[in-house]
């Protein structure tokens, strides 16, 4: 078996990679988990990848500290930007945790079920993708997403919300479904990618803490691979954003909905 240190670094360096893209961190980190250690609880694997959310919820708020900065500096100023884009944050976190709460006790008692759910979601989700990429790809006319922020309805909030709050399920993508449901709404790609990093912040810090408060104890090793998760996080971050500002729409949509696909099947055979 490998050591403990070896597979806790190499989970948070997983969880810090996987967190911005539109498969399930949790489940990957669950799964590489389960094939390290396969004598740990449920629990604690639950607990442990819930808090390396810690780091990835840092790295989010280091890359977008001037955004953060803004908002609430100018939050005050009714009809601002800033005031708009913070109402429309606590709007769509407040539906999230809205639908996220009966999901979350219908999975304390079908587990198992749900898991096989979420995966098979995704994989109907990843399905949408290719071939709506592949439509735009060989389509005579292209979509042409413009929204940013400034033009988010309460509407847009409640929406993608609730559509968030489903990523509690094992296995489904928070990214991957906050995205999708911004490119629904209208949102351009670099601000679909930018609104949903930014919304996680305040799920993933939640996640976070209840991972910290139920694990049964906390290691050095374990503050560690969140230093890892957050380091590698902030990495992968910016990577992700420069390489969606250089490609197409169409090449944006396949390559999510492929990356989706292999990810879910992945889980579904080592699972």
């Known amino acids: 078996m490998i050591d403990i240190s070896i597979y806790k670094i190499i989970l948070g360096a997983i969880q810090g990679i996987t967190e911005w893209l539109p498969i399930s961190s949790q489940a990957l980190v669950l799964v590489t988990n389960g094939i390290f250690d396969p004598d740990s609880s449920f629990g604690n694997l639950v607990y442990f990848a819930l808090t390396l959310h810690l780091g990835t919820c840092l ?8 955004r953060i900065f803004k908002i609430f500096k100018n939050a005050f100023i009714s009809k601002s930007k800033s005031y708009h884009e913070l109402v429309f944050y ?45 439509f735009q790809y060989f389509g005579t006319k292209r979509l042409n997403l413009n929204k940013d922020i400034s033009k988010a309805t309460n509407k847009d909030g409640i929406i993608i919300g609730l559509i968030q709050g489903f990523s509690i399920i094992p296995g489904m993508s928070r990214s991957g479904l906050t995205i999708t449901s911004l ?30 408060i139920y694990l049964t104890e906390i290691l050095f090793i374990d503050i560690l691979a969140i230093i890892i998760s957050f380091l590698i996080g902030y990495i992968s971050i910016k990577f992700f954003i420069a390489i969606t500002n250089k490609i197409e729409f169409y090449s944006f949509v396949i390559t999510i909905g ?9 889980y579904l055979l080592i699972a």
Request: aromatic share 10%; net charge negative; glycine share 10%.
């Open 59 to 66: 790295s989010s708020l280091i890359y977008y500290r001037s």
């Open 90 to 134: 606590i709007i769509t976190t407040i539906s999230s945790f809205i639908s996220a709460l009966p999901i979350f006790v219908f999975i304390i008692f079908v587990d198992e079920i749900s898991e096989i759910v979420g995966v098979i979601g995704m994989i109907v989700l990843g399905l949408i993708y290719l071939t709506g990429g592949i």
């Open 183 to 212: 490119l629904l709404r209208g949102f351009n790609k670099t601000e679909s990618l930018n609104i949903s990093f930014l919304l996680g912040i305040p799920v993933t810090f939640v996640a976070g803490v209840t991972g910290l």
């Open 258 to 266: 492929i990356m989706i696909l292999i990810s879910s099947g992945i």
